[in-house]
């Protein structure tokens, strides 16, 4: 499926075995960041309606930016960028259900479980295994994003609220697979067009169909939706280039940075920093490091 026009071209003197992992970092650090602005939209709106806003936003900014290169979508792309779409509302969808149902500490350890979940689904659905290294890392960072969720006093229930949140922490899991193995025949500007309008599109009939409150158009909010829609729209857009070249199990670890920066910032902002929460994001940096080992080998 890959051909020479599928991918962006490099900067000048760029090391193709460095530059995707590094923006897939800063795409972390750009994560981490948005926390706090999220937390603040959604005094205005709903999470369906403030999904709804933001990807729409973000949908609209990729088609401005790349409507030149919408003339050459192929149908992979279209079914790609609808069905990585889909994955992503729904990820969305089933966490933010789950999250009206159980404390956000049991969430945050539920929902780590993406992490062990990517290299197991790239086995039993692509027949791909990842090397030895990468499940060491895998190993090691799920035992700092547990850490970071710090699940001390959890109630060990399980009930819908427990497996809607799995379902959604499959859900990224999936998106993550999907991504490495369908990134590499895709142009990603057009791609991402897909993505965030399918996003957009069924964030808000799910809104709709739960009889979600419409939001509400205050000042706050509307600077929220734009800062983040245009974070999305390139956060989107280096994630489906970076995917091309970064195997998914690897490129897993590097999304578990996120909470460590969302920590930070949270620190930043007064909150505190637990000596639990210090040990897991340590341990987060080093699954990285650990992956390193086995960067030459492909997943």
């Not at 806003?53 to 279209?78: I, K, M, P």
């Not at 960028?81 to 966490?95: K, T």
């Not at 000042?219 to 999305?232: D, F």
């Not at 970064?246 to 920066?261: C, D, G, N, S």
């Amino acid at each position: 499926m890959t051909s020479s026009s599928a991918t962006l071209p490099l900067p000048s003197g760029a090391r193709p075995s460095r530059l995707p992992d590094l923006v897939l970092l800063l795409i972390t650090v750009v994560w981490g960041g948005t926390f706090l602005a999220v937390q603040t939209a959604l005094q205005w709106a709903g999470p369906f309606g403030f999904v709804a806003l933001r990807f729409g936003v973000a949908g609209a900014l990729a088609l401005l930016l790349s409507w030149r290169h919408l003339r050459g979508l192929t149908h992979a792309e279209l079914r790609a960028g609808v069905l990585m779409g889909a994955v992503l509302c729904g990820s969305y969808g089933l966490q933010t259900m789950g999250l009206g149902l159980i404390a956000s500490s049991k969430s945050a350890f539920l929902t780590a479980l993406y992490v062990p979940l990517v290299p197991l689904i790239m086995l039993l659905l692509f027949r791909r295994p990842p090397p030895l290294a990468a499940w060491l890392g895998i190993a090691v960072a799920f035992g700092g994003l547990v850490l970071l969720s710090d699940p001390r006093g959890l109630e060990w229930s399980f009930g819908l609220g427990e497996a809607l949140t799995l379902a959604g922490a499959a859900m990224i899991a999936l998106e993550i697979c999907l991504l490495g193995r369908y990134a590499g025949g895709c142009e990603p500007r057009r791609m991402a067009v897909v993505q965030l309008l399918t996003v957009a599109l069924l964030a808000t009939l799910l809104m709709l169909a739960t009889g979600e409150a419409a939001p509400q158009p205050t000042p706050g909010l509307i600077g929220c939706v734009l800062g983040l829609g245009l974070a999305t729209t390139l956060i989107q857009v280096a994630m489906n280039w970076a995917q091309q070249t970064v195997p998914a199990t690897r490129a897993t670890l590097i999304y578990a940075m996120e909470p460590v920066w969302g920590g930070l910032v949270g620190w930043l902002a007064g909150e505190p920093l637990t000596v639990p929460a210090l040990c897991g994001a340590a341990l987060i940096v080093a699954s990285v490091l650990v992956a390193e080992l086995g960067k030459g080998r492909q997943d």
